[in-house]
């Protein structure tokens, strides 16, 4: 890949695309909730029988209704633009099988194989808009494409014109890119390509698309001149990535050794995105082909995009959740895209010289010979690489033995984790069967209580009534005290006048002393029970309220325990 400049851009998240397809006629998308302009996935899943809500949000939500234009639009054409400055730009488009991956990436086909043009997928929607830009700059530019699957650890390269295998070298040595110069050169690819699948899954007599990775680059290479009048090439990469189906993930070591080989590809992936989205310092991205060629993509300096989609029937609940989480990890990864350095065309050339030349050389001794002949330089290059990947090989193989062991330890650890989550399960059941119980209990104890505050009501009104019959026997009592006390006023008079006439009459005085002692008695005894009936009155009274406070404050005592139990 090229160099990248000194100059870089700030960092930032990788950006997270999801897309929910249309339901099919015997489906009922009941499972998925999408609210496209809140950006929110919203799955329900049944636990134990009981639903469970689980809300995820991202960059861009898609529904059923959203257009391949829609999707191009504000997912890959900011990332076009961005090729075009000089980065390096990867799209991950993942999911289950059937979800709608090929369909986003290159449209609809009909029974020949072509591309509808109507909703044509991301990857003639991208080259469209390439050509259309580059034809708009009046520059010289050459656009190579190369297209690569990965199934069973195995590299095919899509593009060459006969079936090969392709080897992993530093500088993908062996992968053929081929100079397109329009839309339609990359349909016919595709068209290819789409028809070396359907062999490839005849004669292995299984859906392999379905199981394996493809790649497809675009390399754009445009001329610029700078102020020295130096003639230079400004690169850019656009890499669209299509993974296997994400239920692969959740096989084991239980299927036949291509469908363990393509979960190995899958973990791996998964891992690489644990990491990076964790920031340890190790990204495992050699513990399979498939993320060792994506490790120039999502090493940190280039831009990414990831796209999701999932299926709304209830049958793939769990592939959605799976994937969902995925795209969830993969949108806390920060990376800072760095613009590629600009290569002079003078040592472009030299490049492309010196590649000839050592061609033309290997063409010569092979014409010269009875047989296929290679410079002495060559071939011992080749007899340093056979032993160089033998020592690869090697490490590898206890690699390999290293990581089956770590799997069976993980795949104990999930059978674990399996089990306490199946007990943790009956345990919430159970619990919330207590929690119905204790909600009816307390329905029944709140109407107990609503019936007391009702008899607590009454017993306020009888008491009013006491109150108000008690506060017009004092004002009586006062009025007759008044009374009384004007007799008093009015008997002293008359003791007075009877003084007076005592010289007069001494039997009238006398029998007015009579008369005076016995009022006087009289009055008193009238004046001690008016007031002991009244104190009488006012501790009756205060003894009722006293005791309804108490009765209220012990049911809302026990209205707060019952509430306490429920929760």
Excluded: W
């Amino acid at each position: 890949p090229p160099t990248m400049s000194a100059a870089s851009r700030e960092r930032e998240n990788v950006q997270v695309a999801l897309r929910c397809r249309p339901p099919r006629a015997n489906e009922i998308p009941v499972t998925v909730s999408l609210a496209p302009r809140r950006r929110e996935v919203t799955v329900a899943s049944l636990s134990s029988g009981a639903p469970l809500n689980r809300t995820f949000t991202y960059d861009s939500v898609f529904g059923p209704d959203a257009s391949q234009k829609d999707v191009y639009d504000k997912t890959l054409r900011p990332l076009v633009e961005s090729a075009l400055d000089g980065l390096n730009c990867a799209v991950l488009v993942m999911g289950p099988t059937g979800s709608g991956k090929t369909f986003t990436l290159e449209g609809p086909r009909d029974e020949d194989g072509h591309i509808f043009s109507h909703s044509e997928g991301l990857i003639p929607s991208m080259m469209r808009h390439l050509f259309e830009a580059l034809s708009t700059t009046g520059t010289e530019f050459n656009v190579r494409v190369s297209f690569l699957e990965v199934f069973n650890e195995e590299l095919h390269d899509l593009v060459a014109g006969e079936n090969r295998t392709l080897r992993i070298y530093s500088d993908n040595a062996g992968l053929e890119e081929i100079s397109v110069s329009s839309e339609t050169d990359v349909t016919r690819l595709l068209r290819a390509s789409a028809a070396k699948r359907m062999v490839a899954d005849a004669q292995s007599g299984m859906l392999r698309s379905s199981r394996a990775h493809s790649i497809f680059t675009a390399t754009v290479m445009m001329k610029e001149t700078t102020a020295d009048e130096e003639e230079v090439v400004k690169i850019g990469k656009l890499t669209l990535v299509e993974a296997a189906g994400m239920e692969v993930m959740r096989t084991g070591a239980k299927e036949e050794r291509k469908q363990g080989d393509m979960s190995k590809g899958m973990v791996a992936l998964t891992s690489v995105i644990c990491a990076l989205s964790e920031n340890v310092p190790h990204v495992p991205y050699r513990n399979s082909k498939f993320t060792r060629l994506l490790q120039d993509s999502l090493s940190g300096r280039s831009k990414v995009l990831v796209l999701a989609t999932i299926s709304p029937g209830p049958s793939d609940i769990d592939e959605a959740l799976v994937t969902l989480e995925f795209a969830a990890k993969a949108r806390a990864i920060r990376t800072r895209p760095e613009v590629n350095s600009k290569v002079t065309k003078r040592n472009l050339i030299k490049e492309y010289t010196e590649e000839i030349q050592r061609l033309k050389t290997e063409l010569f001794n092979t014409r010269e010979k009875n047989g296929v002949y290679l410079p002495p330089e060559t071939y011992e290059e080749m007899e340093k690489s056979i032993r160089r990947q033998g020592d690869a090989i090697t490490d590898l193989e206890a690699v390999r033995a290293q990581k089956a062991a770590e799997f069976d330890s993980l795949k104990k650890m999930f059978e674990k984790k399996h089990a306490e989550l199946e007990e943790i399960t009956l345990q919430f059941t159970q619990a919330k069967e207590d929690l119905v119980h204790a909600r009816r209990e307390l329905e029944k104890e709140e109407a107990a209580l609503d019936r007391t505050k009702m008899s607590v009501v009454e017993h306020g009104v009888v008491i009013e009534e006491h109150l108000k019959t008690g506060q017009r026997l004092h004002n009586e009592a006062e009025s007759m005290l008044g009374t009384l006390h004007s007799s008093l006023s009015d008997i002293n008079g008359l003791f007075q006048k009877i003084d007076r006439k005592k010289r007069i009459e001494d039997e009238n005085l006398s029998a007015a002393h009579r008369f005076h002692g016995s009022a006087t008695t009289f009055i008193s005894g009238l004046e001690a029970q008016l007031s002991d009936m009244r104190d009488s009155q006012m501790r009756a009274c205060n003894d009722l309220s006293v005791a309804m406070s108490s009765a209220v404050a012990s049911k809302q005592d026990e209205l707060a325990t019952l509430s306490e139990r429920a929760g």
